[in-house]
């Protein structure tokens, strides 16, 4: 099994920087890719961006050269930066890890932080 663990939630203005993590823990052997999705109230969850092992990357349109995602896998933790914010970035957001290579990763899921972006 692994655990994800996720951090650097919070609340932000428009045009406001937030940087989550995510620690993976358990049989962090398995896992290639990772990544986050977001899910605002009455909408349903979709991928924010994901990352290989070996770093290949995958964004949603609506974050592309805003958010960033890295990963250092020494830490078995993956990273989102997110820059120039907006309201609608608002929801919570989810850490996911997959044992395939796939580049929306949805084997283990952590508990979600909670990123509001004020208007």
């Known amino acids: 099994q692994v655990q994800l663990v996720e951090s650097g939630g919070g609340l932000v203005q428009t045009g406001g920087s937030l940087r989550l993590s995510c620690a993976a823990s358990?049989?962090?052997?398995?896992?290639?890719?990772m990544g986050w999705y977001r899910q605002a109230p009455g909408t349903k969850r979709g991928l924010v961006a994901a990352?290989?092992?070996?770093?290949?990357?995958n964004y949603a349109g609506s974050v592309k050269g805003r958010f960033t995602i890295s990963r250092d896998n020494a830490k078995n933790t993956v990273y989102l930066q997110m820059n120039s914010l907006k309201p609608e970035d608002t929801g919570v957001y989810y850490c996911?890890?997959?044992?395939?290579?796939?580049?929306?990763?949805?084997?283990?899921w952590g508990q979600g932080t909670q990123v509001t972006v004020s208007s």
């Open positions: 996911a890890a997959d044992r395939s290579w796939q580049l929306s990763p949805s084997d283990y």
């Open positions: 358990g049989s962090i052997f398995s896992i290639n890719a």
């Open positions: 990352i290989t092992r070996g770093g290949s990357t």
